[in-house]
């Protein structure tokens, strides 16, 4: 079964930064790409990167790059979002998930990012 534990978040000003982490059970992590999304209120899920299984492929939004990293553990079954210069519009649940760019359709529960002032 799969699980993926996201943690991490929380309220930071405007220009902060925050580490999200995600750890992963139940399926092969180290053979598997993984990706970040984020679901801000009233709006759909969207991509926001994706990282290959030996951690050398990456992808970024357009929205995060520049500003956010993907990286990953294999040894710790754990994927991470250094999340930089943080926005108002940042403001979302970001969840992990197995797959690259395009979710395998497992979700962990989320941690909630708030950017305010």
């Known amino acids: 079964q799969v699980q993926l534990v996201e943690s991490g978040g929380g309220l930071v000003q405007p220009g902060g930064s925050l580490k999200l982490s995600c750890v992963a059970s139940g399926f092969a992590f180290r053979d598997s790409s993984m990706s970040w999304y984020r679901q801000a209120p009233g709006k759909e899920r969207e991509f926001v990167a994706a990282i290959g299984n030996f951690g050398i492929s990456l992808r970024h939004a357009d929205s995060v790059r520049g500003r956010f990293t993907i990286s990953r553990d294999n040894k710790k079954n754990t994927v991470y979002l250094q999340m930089n210069t943080l926005k108002s519009e940042d403001t979302a649940v970001y969840y992990c998930?197995?797959?690259?760019?395009?979710?395998?359709?497992?979700w962990g529960q989320g941690t909630l990012v708030t950017v305010s002032s």
């Open positions: 998930t197995p797959g690259w760019v395009v979710s395998t359709g497992s």
